[in-house]
C-alpha cells in the first residue's frame, strides 16, 4: 500500500482541535473544509462526529494525495475529496452549513485570502459558521518569537506567504457578513477563530 501523506503537526492539534468543534456543530452538519493537506484532520473529524457530513477540498495538484488518506478510512460521512483552489469562481461545492480551514492562510498569497473569504460568503448558508485555525499576528506583533521566526521561513519559501494580522483577516470576515464568535488560544502558538455569519 501506498504511504499516506502524514503531517505530525496535524496529528498533534486534531484532537484540541475536535473539542472545539464538537462544542459548536450539530447533528447532520454539512462541513467543507478547505486545503484539506493530508486528511487527517478530514479522517479524524469524520470518525469522531459521525453524525455530520464531512466534504474536504484541496486544490487539483493536492487532491489525490489527500483521497489517499480519506478512500483508505471508508467512512460512510467523508466522501472523496473535491478540487476547490479558492481563486477559481464559482467553487463547484453544496453550500455548507460550517466551513473549516487549518494552516492555510498563511500559505495562500494576500489576494488569494481575500478569495478565501469571497468564496466563504457565497457558499456558506446563513447561520452557518466558519473555523480558521493557524497562527496569526494581533496589533502588528507576533504572538511568540517562534511565530515570528516561522514567518520569515515562509517568507524565504514564498514571499506572498506569511502570518496573517488577525484584523485584517477579521474586517475579510466581516465584509462576507461573519461575526466573530471566539479566538481560541491553541497549542504550539496557533489560535482557532470562530465567526457566525449573520442570519
Ligand atoms: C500547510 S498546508 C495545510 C494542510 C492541512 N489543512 C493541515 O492543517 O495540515 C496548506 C494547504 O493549503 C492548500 N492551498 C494552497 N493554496 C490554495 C488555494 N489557492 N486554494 C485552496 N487551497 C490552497 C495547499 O494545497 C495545502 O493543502
Redesign the pocket.
Known amino acids: 500500500m501506498q504511504d499516506l501523506p502524514f ?1 505530525q ?2 496529528e498533534n492539534n486534531k484532537h484540541v482541535i475536535l473539542e472545539i468543534l464538537q462544542r459548536h456543530l450539530r447533528e447532520n452538519e454539512r462541513v467543507l473544509e ?5 486528511g ?2 478530514a479522517v479524524h473529524f469524520a470518525q469522531n462526529m459521525p453524525e455530520l457530513h464531512w466534504q474536504s477540498s ?2 487539483p495538484s ?1 487532491v489525490d494525495s489527500l483521497n489517499l488518506r480519506i478512500e483508505t478510512s471508508r467512512l460512510p460521512n467523508l466522501p472523496r475529496a473535491i478540487t ?4 477559481s469562481f464559482p467553487w463547484r461545492v453544496d453550500k455548507a452549513t460550517a466551513i473549516f ?4 492562510l498563511h ?2 498569497s494576500a489576494p ?1 485570502v481575500e478569495n478565501f473569504f469571497k468564496g466563504i460568503d457565497k457558499n456558506l448558508e446563513r447561520a452557518g459558521r466558519l473555523f480558521v ?1 493557524g497562527p496569526f499576528k494581533y496589533a502588528g506583533e507576533f504572538t511568540t518569537e517562534s511565530n515570528a521566526g516561522f514567518d520569515l521561513w515562509l517568507k524565504d519559501r514564498d514571499p506572498q506567504s506569511g502570518v496573517r494580522d488577525f484584523e485584517w483577516i477579521n474586517e475579510l470576515a466581516s465584509q462576507a457578513g461573519l461575526n466573530l464568535l471566539e479566538d481560541n488560544i491553541m497549542p504550539a502558538n496557533n489560535q482557532l477563530l470562530v465567526w457566525e455569519k449573520s442570519q
Not at 478547505?34 to 493530508?38: F, P, V
Not at 476547490?84 to 481563486?87: A, F, I, Q, S, W
Not at 480551514?101 to 492555510?104: E, G, L, T
Open positions: 503531517s503537526a496535524s478547505l486545503a484539506g493537506g493530508t487527517q484532520h484541496d486544490i493536492n476547490v483552489d479558492v481563486n480551514s487549518a494552516n492555510s500559505i495562500m488569494s485555525y
